[in-house]
């Protein structure tokens, strides 16, 4: 049966194929010519070449590079015309042979596939036996009798032939041929399909052409690179250890790229960039497909509500300043322990310290050749916005391989120092240099690997230094300074009053003062940057100004003498507010800042004033307030009065009594609701005269 399915197959592949576009003779796949890498995680990669007449281009990508290619592909055609590029689309498989008259999305044996046929003309050929042609009526299973007589199971397909109904057994050796040519085309299209989408690495996209005549045209497109990185070696000194110029060190910088992708490159342009342009990935190649609603008769279907995102902030950083200071000379600097041969007490060095001088030696002689065996081979400039390393000589670079290319090689300002930051070690400052950058050139990020005096120093990470600019970088413990930080204590120093639209505002001054002792065992003098701790709400009071100050931290120079002790005394004070409504605050609350030593006479006065203008208004209240609750107790009264009058004879003499009574209370009535009215009245034209005084008060102290 699996022999009968394969002559099936062959069969429907032998019609003849689909006609495809002719391609040009001279069409290839266009040379890199340049590539571009990206500090952002992308390339731009550019192809040229030339064609002819009408030129057919084939390129192959990655399946994950395709939506980067959609999005950006340039194409460029001087004398010519660029016409559609075409791609294999990216519909799910099982979506488009659906679409099909057989379909094949599942792995179908010989029955199912001739069932789905059903009403299909065919034409069955056995080998020495002719041809039957019929309509498939379908297959069915039957019982006959094996080659050893025992009874087995067959497929037979029922055909409706000119003659009548007849079965074909399919176990034998047969072809089977489809004789409607469109059911035939669809059929083999749809196995052409599972081929093509067989490979899920690769894409083909196709360039197309029109013009005349021998002509260059230009490919360029973006896609994922891995980042390009730095590595730098700075030799403390510059690179002429004969004459070390003052202040300066020799760097080198070294870019690491790679060629991940799945061609050559064969003596490219390649250029790199330092910078971070906006990069992201959309889903272009997949194509989509949007639901829609069944809608009934007359039935108009509403639009989803849609979500707009909201505009965020941005946040500018804390400006650097320009910082300034010295340092110590890289001459007779004292290198990181057991740097360079020392000597112990005697001064006499022994057979292996003669040995390790001379290793050094050799190591220093070496360094000092340094500009002399490694020549930039990178440009820098200028691109928008960003820094551009253009690598002058051309780059080989097999695929799935990566090179180290030299871009800097030049002298730049370093002076050397040291850094003292008690959060990060209590004892001990790091050694330290701080670059400036001298060059023209953006030096990016990335590590760099120091040598002092001509042997390893340590290493240290970069930040990105625009030209002009500097940074400090720490690359060792410097054992020879010893620090200690006392503090910070706190203190309050001073309290002050205002009295303000109502509100007395009390401001009390709080000192944060910390002391820094450092301590040298070098034999020159040491320049140590202490880093103290930078909050924005509090001011600096001692010393007058910092050295330098970064978001975080302030630094102060200091230049500590051999064998001698510096002391840094940091004072920071911030003022601590609490504001209080007089005309609404606590009496007792108010007498006591009256009593206040450090308050001023004149803020005190008025707080007398506003104590005893509250007070009146207070009283007058508390008088009204009095009166209401005489008036509720004769109201009360009259009630019970009331309900006595109504069991007894008016002629009674207790009758008569509570008329008496009542009228006694009805005049009571009256003049105590006067009363209550006239101190509510004096009560709130003293608190209207207490407002506006308060208000006319501005004193501060």
Same mark, same amino acid.
Request: aromatic letters at 6%; glycine letters at 8%; proline letters at 5%.
């Given at each position: 049966?699996?022999?009968?399915?394969?002559?099936?197959?062959?069969?429907?592949?032998?019609?003849?194929?689909?006609?495809?576009?002719?391609?040009?003779?001279?069409?290839?796949?266009?040379?890199?010519?340049?590539?571009?890498?990206?500090?952002?995680?992308?390339?731009?990669?550019?192809?040229?070449?030339?064609?002819?007449?009408?030129?057919?281009?084939?390129?192959?990508?990655?399946?994950?590079?395709?939506?980067?290619?959609?999005?950006?592909?340039?194409?460029?055609?001087?004398?010519?015309?660029?016409?559609?590029?075409?791609?294999?689309?990216?519909?799910?498989?099982?979506?488009?042979?659906?679409?099909?008259?057989?379909?094949?999305?599942?792995?179908?044996?010989?029955?199912?596939?001739?069932?789905?046929?059903?009403?299909?003309?065919?034409?069955?050929?056995?080998?020495?036996?002719?041809?039957?042609?019929?309509?498939?009526?379908?297959?069915?299973?039957?019982?006959?009798?094996?080659?050893?007589?025992?009874?087995?199971?067959?497929?037979?397909?029922?055909?409706?032939?000119?003659?009548?109904?007849?079965?074909?057994?399919?176990?034998?050796?047969?072809?089977?041929?489809?004789?409607?040519?469109?059911?035939?085309?669809?059929?083999?299209?749809?196995?052409?399909?599972?081929?093509?989408?067989?490979?899920?690495?690769?894409?083909?996209?196709?360039?197309?052409?029109?013009?005349?005549?021998?002509?260059?045209?230009?490919?360029?497109?973006?896609?994922?690179?891995?980042?390009?990185?730095?590595? =730098?070696?700075? +030799?403390?000194? !510059?690179?002429?250890?004969? $004459?070390? #110029? @003052?202040?300066?060190?020799? *760097?080198? %910088?070294?870019?690491?790229?790679?060629?991940?992708?799945?061609?050559?490159?064969?003596?490219?342009?390649?250029?790199?960039?330092?910078?971070?342009?906006?990069?992201?990935?959309?889903?272009?190649?997949?194509?989509?497909?949007?639901?829609?609603?069944?809608?009934?008769?007359?039935?108009?279907?509403?639009? =989803?509500?849609? +979500?707009?995102? !909201?505009?965020?902030?941005? $946040?500018? #950083? @804390?400006?650097?300043?320009? *910082?300034? %200071?010295?340092?110590?000379?890289?001459?007779?600097?004292?290198?990181?322990?057991?740097?360079?041969?020392?000597?112990?007490?005697?001064?006499?060095?022994?057979?292996?310290?003669?040995?390790?001088?001379?290793?050094?030696?050799?190591?220093?002689?070496?360094?000092?050749?340094?500009?002399?065996?490694?020549?930039?081979?990178?440009?820098?400039?200028?691109?928008?916005?960003?820094?551009?390393?253009?690598?002058?000589?051309?780059?080989?670079?097999?695929?799935?391989?990566?090179?180290?290319?030299?871009?800097?090689?030049?002298?730049?300002?370093?002076?050397?120092?040291?850094?003292?930051?008690?959060?990060?070690?209590?004892?001990?400052?790091?050694?330290?240099?701080?670059?400036?950058?001298?060059?023209?050139?953006?030096?990016?990020?990335?590590?760099?690997?120091?040598?002092?005096?001509?042997?390893?120093?340590?290493?240290?990470?970069?930040?990105?230094?625009?030209?002009?600019?500097?940074?400090?970088?720490?690359?060792?413990?410097?054992?020879?300074?010893?620090?200690?930080?006392?503090?910070?204590?706190?203190?309050?120093?001073?309290?002050?009053?205002?009295?303000?639209?109502?509100?007395?505002?009390?401001?009390?001054?709080?000192?944060?003062?910390?002391?820094?002792?450092?301590?040298?065992?070098?034999?020159?003098?040491?320049?140590?940057?202490?880093?103290?701790?930078?909050?924005?709400?509090?001011?600096?009071?001692?010393?007058?100004?910092?050295?330098?100050?970064?978001?975080?931290?302030?630094?102060?120079?200091?230049?500590?003498?051999?064998?001698?002790?510096?002391?840094?005394?940091?004072?920071?004070?911030?003022?601590?507010?609490?504001?209080?409504?007089?005309?609404?605050?606590?009496?007792?609350?108010?007498?006591?800042?009256?009593?206040?030593?450090?308050?001023?006479?004149?803020?005190?006065?008025?707080?007398?004033?506003?104590?005893?203008?509250?007070?009146?208004?207070?009283?007058?209240?508390?008088?009204?307030?009095?009166?209401?609750?005489?008036?509720?107790?004769?109201?009360?009264?009259?009630?019970?009065?009331?309900?006595?009058?109504?069991?007894?004879?008016?002629?009674?003499?207790?009758?008569?009594?509570?008329?008496?009574?009542?009228?006694?209370?009805?005049?009571?009535?009256?003049?105590?609701?006067?009363?209550?009215?006239?101190?509510?009245?004096?009560?709130?034209?003293?608190?209207?005269?207490?407002?506006?005084?308060?208000?006319?008060?501005?004193?501060?102290?």
């Amino acid at each position: 049966m699996e022999r009968t399915l394969l002559l099936v197959a062959l069969s429907l592949w032998a019609a003849p194929c689909l006609a495809e576009e002719p391609s040009s003779p001279l069409a290839s796949t266009l040379p890199i010519q340049e590539v571009t890498l990206f500090s952002s995680g992308v390339s731009y990669t550019e192809r040229a070449g030339d064609v002819e007449g009408d030129a057919t281009v084939p390129l192959l990508f990655r399946t994950a590079q395709i939506n980067d290619i959609l999005k950006s592909l340039v194409l460029i055609d001087r004398t010519g015309h660029v016409q559609p590029t075409t791609y294999a689309s990216h519909d799910p498989i099982g979506h488009t042979l659906q679409s099909f008259a057989v379909d094949v999305t599942q792995n179908l044996t010989q029955e199912q596939i001739l069932n789905r046929l059903r009403g299909a003309t065919v034409t069955v050929e056995s080998p020495g036996k002719g041809a039957i042609t019929g309509q498939i009526v379908g297959v069915e299973q039957r019982q006959v009798a094996g080659e050893d007589g025992k009874p087995i199971f067959a497929s037979f397909l029922n055909l409706l032939t000119a003659g009548g109904l007849t079965s074909v057994r399919l176990d034998t050796e047969k072809t089977i041929h489809l004789m409607d040519e469109r059911l035939n085309r669809e059929f083999r299209e749809a196995l052409g399909l599972l081929t093509t989408g067989s490979d899920e690495q690769r894409r083909q996209v196709t360039l197309h052409f029109t013009g005349a005549g021998r002509r260059q045209v230009r490919v360029g497109y973006v896609t994922e690179a891995p980042l390009w990185k730095m590595s =730098y070696r700075l +030799l403390l000194g !510059g690179a002429d250890k004969a $004459r070390p #110029a @003052a202040g300066t060190a020799y *760097l080198q %910088g070294w870019a690491l790229v790679e060629n991940t992708t799945d061609e050559d490159w064969k003596s490219i342009h390649l250029s790199l960039v330092s910078g971070r342009p906006v990069s992201f990935i959309q889903d272009l190649y997949q194509p989509l497909y949007i639901p829609r609603p069944v809608v009934g008769p007359d039935v108009v279907a509403s639009p =989803y509500p849609q +979500l707009h995102e !909201g505009d965020i902030a941005g $946040r500018q #950083a @804390a400006d650097r300043l320009a *910082l300034g %200071g010295g340092g110590y000379s890289g001459s007779g600097a004292q290198g990181p322990p057991g740097a360079a041969g020392e000597k112990g007490d005697s001064g006499i060095a022994d057979a292996a310290s003669m040995a390790k001088s001379s290793s050094l030696a050799n190591t220093r002689s070496i360094l000092s050749d340094f500009n002399k065996s490694v020549i930039s081979q990178a440009v820098g400039q200028r691109a928008g916005e960003l820094f551009q390393y253009n690598i002058a000589e051309p780059v080989t670079l097999p695929r799935q391989q990566a090179a180290m290319i030299p871009v800097v090689t030049q002298d730049i300002g370093g002076e050397k120092l040291s850094i003292y930051n008690a959060d990060t070690d209590a004892r001990y400052p790091l050694n330290a240099v701080r670059i400036k950058n001298t060059t023209d050139l953006h030096l990016k990020a990335g590590p760099i690997t120091l040598f002092d005096d001509g042997v390893y120093a340590g290493d240290a990470k970069m930040e990105d230094i625009p030209p002009g600019d500097s940074r400090l970088i720490s690359y060792a413990v410097d054992t020879l300074v010893e620090g200690e930080r006392q503090g910070p204590s706190q203190d309050t120093v001073q309290t002050t009053f205002s009295l303000k639209h109502g509100v007395l505002t009390i401001t009390v001054l709080e000192r944060l003062a910390t002391t820094y002792t450092l301590m040298s065992k070098a034999d020159k003098p040491r320049t140590v940057l202490v880093e103290h701790p930078f909050r924005a709400d509090y001011k600096l009071m001692s010393p007058e100004k910092a050295t330098e100050r970064t978001p975080g931290l302030y630094r102060f120079a200091l230049t500590v003498l051999p064998t001698k002790s510096q002391t840094l005394k940091v004072v920071t004070e911030r003022p601590v507010a609490q504001g209080i409504a007089v005309v609404s605050a606590d009496l007792n609350a108010l007498g006591t800042y009256i009593n206040q030593k450090s308050l001023s006479p004149g803020i005190r006065k008025a707080l007398q004033e506003i104590v005893q203008r509250r007070r009146r208004v207070e009283d007058l209240q508390a008088q009204a307030n009095g009166r209401d609750g005489e008036l509720k107790s004769i109201d009360s009264d009259q009630e019970r009065i009331r309900k006595n009058m109504g069991a007894l004879d008016k002629s009674s003499v207790l009758y008569k009594r509570y008329v008496t009574e009542l009228n006694t209370q009805e005049t009571r009535l009256q003049s105590l609701r006067q009363e209550a009215d006239r101190l509510r009245g004096a009560a709130a034209a003293a608190q209207a005269d207490l407002q506006t005084y308060i208000d006319s008060l501005s004193l501060t102290d």
